[in-house]
Structure formats: C-alpha cells, structure tokens
C-alpha cells in the first residue's frame, strides 16, 4: 500500500527527514511513533502531498506522490490532530462538504454521510451544529470526514489527544473494526496502549530517522535489559545517577525531572541497591515502581527521552 524510498525533508539548513525508508503492507495497522519535533509529522505531510519531497520516493497503492499527487490524495484519508470542521454547521453538512471536495455528487454524499454518522455513532446528533458537540463527538466526526471518500489508506495523527475515556474508546474500537474490515491504517499516538492495541508492526522515528522497525515482539525483543525500576524522588541529583550507573546490573539510566527509570538485568539486586544509593545520596524515595520491558521501555532505551516530552 505504501512505499517510502530514501525520503529527505530540509527547512533552510535544517534537515527534519534524512533519509527514512519503509513499507506497508495493504491491510496493515501501522504505528508511528517519535518524540516532538523527531520529524513524525513532516513524514505524515510529505506522503499526503502536503509538502513536497526534497530527495527519495513515496509510493501509494502503485501511484507517485511527485508524478500523480491528485490520485494519491483520492486513495488517502487524513485525520489530522487539529479539529477540521465548519463549527457553525451541522454534522451531517460538513460530512456532505468533505464528500463533495473528494468528488462525491450530492446525492452520494448524503448517502455517504448517512453511512458515516452511523459508523461513528452519531446519526441523532447529524442536524445539530458542531458547535454543540463535545471535544471526543467532534474528534469522530472529523475521523468521519476522512472516511467519507471510502478511503484505501487512513492516516490518524493523534485523534485522541484531550478526550474523555468514552470517546477515545469507541475511536480505538472505531479503528479497530475499519483496520478489520481491510483498511490499511497509519496511526501515530503518544499514548503507548493505544499503538500496543491497534497496531502490527511500529516504526520509532528520532532526529529524522527510522531508528527502530518491527512487529512488537521483534522491537520488544531488542531491549538489551530485563527489567526497569522507576524511582520517584523529591529531586535528581547527578551524584545519584552516576552512583547508579556505576552499579554492576545497570544498563542505562533515564531521568525527567523528579523521575528515575532505571534499565536493570537483575531486579532482584537493583532494587534494593538504587534505594539504598538514594538514601545515601540525602534523597527521599517517593515511589518505587517495577515493570517488564515493553514499547515504551524501548523508546527510551533508543531515545533517552519520554514519548511525552
């Protein structure tokens, strides 16, 4: 469904993509994930034909973005994080909108949007305006906008940020089922459970590169450690981490701001000893918290940085 050769983004001087390659696979549930300003998003905007390509390839269902940008567009769907949508018209009349700008006649787009209201649960609310609606109603109906087209690949930019549980449920259940029924999907989210959920295979962009790329178990397979240990304390000092460092059984540590997470091969010595560093070190010990490794782990690992920094 997609394929990315060599790809390179530069504003000025700076370079944001260098070089990324990858491919999905019709049908897929892809997760792409990185840190703010790892260049996720220029990625996302040179695929969709929103910026061009300074050097490489993006293909789409057998079609060139550079040579046939108008045919790509018409097999993509876009959810973008920002709400797109007339806020002083109905739901059911920005569905009709989008359809039409996709090249729906009239009577398709009604037919459409119909079919889309009921997908993301909301054909009692098609007459009210979306002014009316709340942050997750107006999240799936921007999620319907992208859909109205029948789309053969869908690109989700964190459709979740600032809901409430129920509304990001039925979105993730939403995805689930279009992923289900065969549609190939890109999803990017800060919420590590969301991609742990939907998707098959991750790729983990930093500093304009694919640095990671695999099927979950393939990228949790790569963690050189066992175990992390997250410490809470009432501060970090450097004297601490360089006394946890020098710990046998360490093999890397991670700090944000009053938050430790230790990447250990041996839990059962590591606890008691990053404690006792602490105490020694004059620090207070809020919390103590031990997890098997998992995506958000790896991230780190590779990253040093939280997906939420």
């Known amino acids: 469904m997609l394929q990315i050769k060599d790809m390179k983004k530069s504003f000025g001087k700076n370079e944001v993509v260098k070089g990324i390659s990858f ?59 920002d709400i797109a949508l007339y806020p002083t018209m109905s739901a059911k009349d920005n569905l009709i909108f989008w359809g039409k700008m996709y090249g729906l006649t009239g009577s398709q787009a009604k037919k459409r949007g119909a079919e889309v209201l009921e997908y993301v649960g909301l054909t009692e609310r098609a007459k009210d305006k979306i002014e009316t609606f709340s942050g997750g109603m107006k999240r799936r109906i921007n999620i319907g906008a992208a859909l109205m ?3 053969e690949l869908l690109i989700m930019d964190e459709p979740t940020v600032g809901i409430d549980p129920q509304s990001r449920n039925h979105i993730l259940e939403t995805v689930k089922k279009l992923n289900q029924e065969g549609m190939t999907v890109i999803y990017t989210s800060h919420y590590m459970e969301e991609v742990d959920y939907l998707c098959e295979r991750i790729g983990i962009v930093d500093h304009g590169r694919m640095i990671a790329l695999g099927t979950k178990q393939e990228l949790c397979n790569r963690l050189t450690s066992g175990t992390v240990i997250t410490l809470e304390l009432n501060e970090v000092t450097s004297e601490f ?12 540590v991670v700090t944000k701001n009053e938050t430790v997470e230790i990447f250990v091969t041996d839990a059962n010595l590591a606890i008691g000893e990053t404690v006792s560093k602490a105490v020694t070190s004059g620090l207070a010990v809020q919390s103590v918290h031990v997890r098997e490794p ?10 040093g940085r939280s997906l939420r920094d």
């Open 241 to 252: 981490v360089t006394l946890v460092n020098d710990l046998p059984f360490v093999e890397q």
């Open 23 to 81: 491919s999905i696979e019709k049908g897929e549930s892809f997760g792409l994930l990185g840190p703010n300003g790892a260049g996720k998003s220029t990625t996302i905007s040179m695929i969709c034909g929103l910026l061009p390509v300074d050097a490489g390839e993006i293909v789409v269902a057998g079609k060139s973005v550079k040579t046939d940008p108008m045919n790509v567009k018409k097999k993509i769907g876009v959810v973008p994080q």
């Open 149 to 151: 087209h029948k789309p």
């Open 294 to 303: 998992n995506l958000e782990s790896l991230f780190l690992q590779l990253t």
